[in-house]
C-alpha cells in the first residue's frame, strides 16, 4: 500500500512537469490593459448619462435607429457595442439631442461593423 502511495505521488508530480501551460500564460498584457480601460468607461455610462456625454466615448453606427433606439460603437475599436434607449429632452422631439438621457444601456459587447 505504501508503494501504490509512493508511485501515485510520484506520477502525480510528473504530471504538473508534462502539463502544458494554460493560456494565463500567455495572455497579451497590453491588450487586457486596453480592454479592461475601455470596460471601465463603458460602465461610468448609465441610465441619467446624456447623449453629449455618452458621445464623448462612443459614435454612431449604421443600420436602424429612432430617436429613442440606437446602436454605438466604441470610438477606440469598432467592434465593440452598446444598444441604448433614450428618453428625449421633449416628448414632442422627433429628432435625437444632445440632452436626451439615457434610459436603458446593454453590457458592451463584441460584434463585426454594420455599414450602411
Given at each position: 500500500?505504501?508503494?501504490?502511495?509512493?508511485?501515485?505521488?510520484?506520477?502525480?508530480?510528473?504530471?504538473?512537469?508534462v502539463v502544458?501551460?494554460?493560456?494565463?500564460?500567455?495572455?497579451?498584457?497590453?491588450?487586457?490593459?486596453?480592454?479592461s480601460d475601455?470596460?471601465?468607461?463603458?460602465?461610468?455610462?448609465?441610465?441619467?448619462?446624456?447623449?453629449?456625454?455618452?458621445?464623448?466615448?462612443?459614435?454612431?453606427?449604421?443600420?436602424?435607429?429612432?430617436?429613442?433606439?440606437?446602436?454605438?460603437?466604441?470610438?477606440?475599436?469598432?467592434?465593440?457595442?452598446?444598444?441604448?434607449?433614450?428618453?428625449p429632452s421633449?416628448?414632442?422631439?422627433?429628432?435625437?439631442?444632445?440632452?436626451?438621457?439615457?434610459?436603458?444601456?446593454?453590457?458592451?459587447?463584441?460584434?463585426?461593423?454594420?455599414?450602411?
Amino acid at each position: 500500500m505504501k508503494k501504490l502511495a509512493s508511485l501515485f505521488l510520484v506520477m502525480l508530480a510528473l504530471g504538473f512537469l508534462v502539463v502544458p501551460s494554460r493560456a494565463g500564460d500567455e495572455v497579451n498584457k497590453n491588450l487586457t490593459k486596453q480592454i479592461s480601460d475601455v470596460l471601465t468607461e463603458c460602465k461610468k455610462l448609465a441610465p441619467g448619462t446624456t447623449r453629449a456625454e455618452l458621445m464623448k466615448v462612443f459614435t454612431t453606427e449604421g443600420g436602424l435607429s429612432s430617436p429613442t433606439h440606437r446602436t454605438f460603437v466604441h470610438r477606440r475599436c469598432a467592434y465593440i457595442k452598446v444598444d441604448v434607449d433614450f428618453t428625449p429632452s421633449d416628448l414632442k422631439q422627433k429628432d435625437e439631442r444632445p440632452t436626451d438621457t439615457v434610459s436603458k444601456i446593454s453590457k458592451p459587447y463584441l460584434e463585426w461593423r454594420v455599414i450602411d
